[in-house]
């Protein structure tokens, strides 16, 4: 079975996982309370759509 | 290669699936709108459809295709008497996917299922606006598509509903999710 020959510097681990981070959400603000939300959802804090209360806050899980 | 296969399975058996869809189906007709996961609302709404099309000509043969979907009577009866006449100058489109986000434990993708025209029952503070809970389709419509005039027209309906409406908050502080009152908030 092929083995590997070397073991990896630190530093050479390390630069590969240099690009290993999680990005950050791209958030839209809601026009009800100004709050960021996910785009094309609904809000989580006021529970507006599109200019409506579809939902009561408390029902958003 | 999984080309031209249209449909998810859900990680359900056919029977299981088919199971599924039968019940969110009448919780559907009866209640008119379901909260879900995206994929099952997804899945639930061309079905949905082609239900409430057939809804819009009450025939032997009709009624039969729709039973084939939907056994509870009174759900066929909704179907044909109310959603069938309700959706009768709409050429499709019955229903909307409102997106609501990640759920809390496994980060599913939650949507609302609901009739186009479903006026939400919210209960909380009593609102300083009420709007009427039922209005004719095409009414509904309009009123979404600004604010302002989602705000300008249950003044109308508001007066009579709010004395109804305003005892009902109170007793029903704790239901579960779906159950709601009637009253409904609008733009503040
Ligand atoms: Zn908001």
């Not at chain 1, 785009?39 to 009561?56: F, L, T």
């Not at chain 2, 309700?86 to 599913?108: Q, S």
């Amino acid at each position: 079975m092929p083995n590997p020959k070397r073991r990896h510097s630190k530093a050479r681990t390390r630069s590969r996982r240099a690009h290993d981070f999680l990005k950050q959400k791209s958030m839209s603000v809601c026009p009800q309370c100004h709050e960021p939300k996910m785009p094309h959802r609904v809000c989580p804090k006021c529970g507006y759509y599109k200019g409506r209360e579809v939902i009561a806050v408390k029902d958003i899980l | 290669m999984r080309h031209g296969m249209a449909n998810r399975k859900l990680g359900r058996t056919s029977a299981h699936r088919a199971a599924l869809f039968r019940n969110q189906l009448a919780s559907l007709i009866d209640k008119e709108r379901i909260i879900t996961t995206l994929p099952k609302a997804k899945e639930l709404r061309p079905q949905i459809e082609r239900l409430v099309t057939l809804g819009k000509n009450d025939s032997l043969h009709n009624r039969r295709q729709a039973e084939r979907v939907v056994g509870e009577d009174t759900l066929i009866a909704k179907l044909f008497t109310t959603l069938g006449p309700r959706f009768n100058e709409r050429p499709g489109g019955y229903t909307r996917i409102i997106k609501l986000g990640a759920r809390r434990g496994d980060a599913a993708e939650m949507a609302i299922l609901e009739f186009v025209g479903y006026e939400p029952k919210i209960e909380e503070a009593p609102a300083e606006e009420k709007g009427g809970g039922k209005k004719a389709a095409p009414k509904k419509e309009a009123a979404e598509e600004t604010e302002a005039a989602a705000e300008a027209k249950p003044k109308k309906k508001a007066a009579p509903k709010k004395a109804a409406s305003a005892k009902k908050p109170a007793k029903a502080a704790a239901p579960k999710k779906k159950a709601r009152t009637p009253g409904t908030k609008r733009g503040q």
